[in-house]
C-alpha cells in the first residue's frame, strides 16, 4: 500500500501534468491576433438621405469628426429610444458649440425591431449611421466593430439601456483634458494622436447598491471584482461600466489586439491598456439600473469568470499577443 507521502507526490505530478497539458490545448488552440471577421455585408450603411448604400470608414483613417459614439444594441427596441432622446438632445445642444459628431448604432443580430428603430433615428438624423452585424457577435464584438467604423477623433461607447446620463459626458470630457492638456474640441489633430482611456465608474454607488442586493448576487459581484484585481486589471475598480471614452489612437491599438466579444471584453481592453502603459482614468458618474438587462446572474458571472482566467492564462503562455502595428502611429 502507497503511504499518504506518495500519493501526494502522485498527486501534486498528476496537477502538473494536467497544468502543462491545459496550457499546451489553450496556445495551440488559439490565435495570438484576433481574426477581425467581419460579413462583406457589414461595411456597408444606408443613407437614408439619399436612399444608397455608403461603405463604412476605417477606424484608420484621418479623424473626421469631434466624437463617435458607438452604440452596441441586442434587443433594445425599447430601451434604445429613450436612450437616444437624452443622447440626441445632449449632443445637439453642444453642436451649437461647434462639436461635429456621429452616434452609430451596432444592432447585434438583433431578432427584434432594433435595427427598424434605429433606421428609423437614422432617417431623422444625418448624424446616425447603423451596423447591422449578421449574426449575435456579443457586447464585445459589437462595440469593435462600431469602433473600427468610426470618424471621430475621439469614441465614446456607451450602453443602449440609458443607465448612464449623457450629462456625464462632460465629467469624462474634463478628466481627458486633465490627461492630456487639451480637449477633441479645440485640438482633435493632437487628441486623435494621443493616448488615453477615460472609464465611467459607479463604485461610488456601492453602499446604494449593497442595500438592494442578495447576498448571492453581491457574493458574485465581489468575488467577480476580486478576480479581476488578481488576475488582469489593478487601479480600476469597476471595469464594467458601459460609459468609456477613447482617443482615437488608443481605441486603434486597443481593439486591434482584442479577442474576447463577450461580457468580459472590458477587461481585456483595460488589461491590454496597462499592458502598453496607456494612461486610464476612472470618473464618477450616475447610474441607474434599467429593466430588461441582458446579464444572467449567475451564468453571465460564470462565463466572466472563465474568461477572466483564459485572458490572464493565454497571455501569461503567450498565446495571445498584443498587436503593436499602430502603437506608435
Given at each position: 500500500?502507497?503511504?499518504l507521502g506518495c500519493l501526494?507526490c502522485?498527486?501534486?505530478l498528476?496537477?502538473?501534468i494536467?497544468?502543462?497539458?491545459l496550457?499546451i490545448?489553450?496556445?495551440?488552440?488559439?490565435?495570438?491576433?484576433?481574426?477581425i471577421?467581419?460579413?462583406?455585408?457589414?461595411?456597408?450603411?444606408?443613407?437614408t438621405?439619399?436612399?444608397?448604400k455608403?461603405?463604412?470608414p476605417?477606424?484608420?483613417?484621418?479623424?473626421s469628426?469631434?466624437?463617435s459614439?458607438?452604440?452596441?444594441?441586442?434587443?433594445?427596441?425599447?430601451?434604445?429610444?429613450?436612450?437616444?432622446?437624452?443622447?440626441?438632445e445632449?449632443?445637439e445642444?453642444?453642436t451649437?458649440?461647434g462639436?461635429?459628431y456621429?452616434?452609430?448604432?451596432v444592432?447585434?443580430g438583433?431578432?427584434?425591431?432594433?435595427?427598424?428603430?434605429?433606421?428609423n433615428?437614422?432617417?431623422?438624423?444625418?448624424?446616425i449611421?447603423?451596423?447591422n452585424?449578421?449574426k449575435?457577435?456579443?457586447?464585445?464584438?459589437a462595440v469593435?466593430?462600431?469602433?473600427?467604423?468610426?470618424?471621430?477623433?475621439?469614441?465614446?461607447?456607451?450602453?443602449?439601456d440609458g443607465a448612464?446620463?449623457?450629462?456625464?459626458?462632460k465629467?469624462l470630457d474634463?478628466?481627458?483634458?486633465d490627461?492630456?492638456?487639451?480637449?477633441?474640441?479645440?485640438?482633435?489633430?493632437?487628441?486623435?494622436?494621443?493616448?488615453?482611456?477615460?472609464?465611467g465608474?459607479r463604485?461610488?454607488?456601492?453602499?446604494?447598491?449593497?442595500?438592494?442586493r442578495?447576498y448571492?448576487?453581491?457574493?458574485?459581484?465581489h468575488?467577480?471584482?476580486?478576480?479581476?484585481?488578481?488576475?488582469?486589471?489593478?487601479?480600476?475598480r469597476?471595469?464594467?461600466?458601459?460609459f468609456?471614452?477613447?482617443?482615437?489612437k488608443s481605441?486603434r491599438t486597443i481593439?486591434?489586439?482584442?479577442?474576447?466579444?463577450?461580457?468580459?471584453?472590458d477587461v481585456?481592453?483595460?488589461?491590454i491598456?496597462q499592458?502598453?502603459?496607456?494612461?486610464?482614468?476612472e470618473?464618477?458618474?450616475?447610474?441607474?439600473e434599467?429593466e430588461?438587462?441582458?446579464?444572467?446572474?449567475f451564468w453571465?458571472w460564470?462565463q466572466m469568470?472563465?474568461?477572466?482566467?483564459l485572458?490572464?492564462?493565454?497571455?501569461k503562455?503567450?498565446?495571445w499577443?498584443?498587436?503593436?502595428?499602430?502603437?506608435t502611429?
Open positions: 500500500m502507497l503511504s501526494l502522485y498527486g501534486l498528476l496537477i502538473i494536467t497544468l502543462i497539458l496550457c490545448i489553450v496556445h495551440m488552440t488559439s490565435q495570438q491576433y484576433p481574426n471577421w467581419r460579413d462583406k455585408r457589414e461595411d456597408f450603411f444606408l443613407n438621405q439619399t436612399a444608397t455608403e461603405a463604412f476605417s477606424l484608420y483613417d484621418p479623424w469628426v469631434h466624437l459614439i458607438i452604440v452596441p444594441a441586442y434587443n433594445e427596441e425599447k430601451r434604445l429610444p429613450p436612450m437616444l432622446d437624452e443622447c440626441l445632449h449632443l445642444e453642444r451649437k458649440s462639436l461635429t456621429e452616434i452609430i448604432i444592432s447585434d438583433s431578432t427584434d425591431k432594433t435595427g427598424d428603430v434605429a433606421q433615428y437614422a432617417s431623422r438624423y444625418s448624424t449611421r447603423v451596423l452585424l449578421v449575435n457577435r456579443g457586447k464585445g464584438g469593435r466593430l462600431g469602433m473600427l467604423s468610426a470618424r471621430g477623433s475621439a469614441l465614446l461607447f456607451a450602453d443602449a448612464t446620463k449623457f450629462e456625464d459626458l465629467k474634463k478628466s481627458l483634458v490627461a492630456l492638456g487639451f480637449d477633441y474640441m479645440s485640438k482633435p489633430e493632437e487628441t486623435a494622436s494621443s493616448d488615453a482611456v477615460i472609464c465608474s463604485v461610488h454607488l456601492e453602499k446604494e447598491e449593497t442595500a438592494k442578495s448571492f448576487r453581491l457574493f458574485l459581484m468575488g467577480f471584482h476580486f478576480c479581476v484585481w488578481l488576475l488582469c486589471v489593478r487601479g480600476i469597476d471595469t464594467q461600466c458601459g468609456k471614452l477613447l482617443t482615437r481605441a481593439f486591434e489586439s482584442l479577442h474576447v466579444e463577450r461580457w468580459a471584453f481585456e481592453m483595460l488589461y491598456a499592458a502598453l502603459n496607456i494612461p486610464v482614468t470618473v464618477s458618474v450616475n447610474w441607474t434599467i430588461g438587462s441582458k446579464i444572467v446572474p453571465s460564470l469568470g472563465r474568461d477572466l482566467f485572458i490572464w492564462l493565454r497571455y503562455i503567450g498565446a499577443k498584443i498587436n503593436m502595428k499602430y502603437k502611429t
